[in-house]
């Protein structure tokens, strides 16, 4: 008898349960979901911002920059507040993200997008995963610190052997490190979310509910995580074809009045007033691109922990 693997299984479902949900075609729950694509379907980082002291005046006072409307303020000191609000910005942004996984979750499960009376239910229990993936990502960082540790303290040589050939024993290193990250993120969002929802429980004791659902059942999820790797490839390549054929598409009338601007001979600065309707017509246009991407995605792990696991099974 055929050994029945849940992840190649659940393929066709997966793609039927997105298809019930988001046809026929309903702008207000294709809106709603971008919402939710924006938070959880794409990443980002905040710019890295240096300053360095002039070097031939160690000890004297930092020169202050005087911007229009505000006291003086040194720079060091702008440049920090600067970076406390860029940082206060991302944290933000990563917290609404970690309660909208749980928002998600009842929005295809229930098929009831909404999303105040869910974000309202979910806050909780998406602030315990948000500091859950703080920790994790705090941890990862000190453990390649660890790693590095060496480099930095003793230059040259480490542990007898030259910075070259430690460094190439540590890529692997790095690399697993980085996989088994990867890992714990993946699974805390397709499997632990879920079992949070249904059992009401933290996230350490999701995880412990989980690795129990696993115990005899690695194989299935070995196959899970490759064939979730190669669709999630495969979907970013189709996703990235129909971005960058949507902003094409949408760039036609602002390139052509770019061009009657340049007849005219207009300066540079009069097109950047253009840049400001284009973002406004193009970043809806890429969430709308998405919806269906992570839809799938989230039904798929949804029907794949209802295999697994079947007292966590949330969609028929």
Do not use: H
């Amino acid at each position: 008898m055929t050994r029945e693997f849940y992840a190649l299984a659940e393929l066709d479902s997966a793609l039927q349960s997105t298809r019930d949900l988001l046809w026929p075609f309903r702008l207000g729950v294709w809106l709603r979901l971008a919402v939710i694509a924006f938070f959880v379907g794409g990443g980002g980082g905040a710019p890295q911002i240096s300053w360095t002291p002039d070097a031939d005046l160690p000890g004297e006072m930092i020169s202050p920059v005087t911007f229009p409307g505000l006291p003086d303020l040194p720079g060091l000191a702008v440049v920090l507040a600067i970076v406390a609000a860029v940082m206060i910005a991302v944290l933000v942004y990563l917290l609404i993200g970690a309660i909208f996984q749980f928002v998600f979750v009842d929005c295809v499960s229930t098929r009831d997008v909404v999303l105040s009376r869910f974000f309202r239910l979910r806050a909780g229990k998406g602030a315990r995963l948000f500091l859950f993936q703080i920790g994790i990502t705090i941890l990862f960082i000190a453990v390649l610190a660890a790693a590095l540790l060496p480099f930095f303290l003793a230059p040259g040589r480490v542990i007898g052997v030259s910075n070259l050939l430690a460094l190439l024993f540590l890529i692997p290193v790095v690399l697993i490190v980085a996989i088994l990250f990867a890992l714990v993120m993946l699974f805390t969002i397709d499997f632990v979310v879920p079992i949070m929802i249904r059992d009401d429980c933290g996230v350490i004791e999701g995880w412990r509910r989980l690795l129990a659902a696993f115990s005899l059942q690695w194989m299935q999820v070995l196959v899970y995580v490759i064939v979730r790797f190669l669709a999630g490839l495969a979907a970013g390549i189709l996703m990235i074809i129909l971005t960058l054929l949507a902003l094409a598409i949408i760039a036609v009338p602002f390139v052509l009045i770019g061009l009657l601007y340049w007849w005219l001979q207009v300066t540079v600065f009069m097109l950047l007033p253009l840049i400001i309707p284009y973002l406004i017509i193009a970043v809806p246009a890429v969430l709308l691109i998405m919806v269906p991407f992570i839809t799938f995605f989230r039904s798929y792990s949804l029907k794949v922990l209802g295999r697994l696991a079947p007292d966590y099974a949330m969609l028929p």
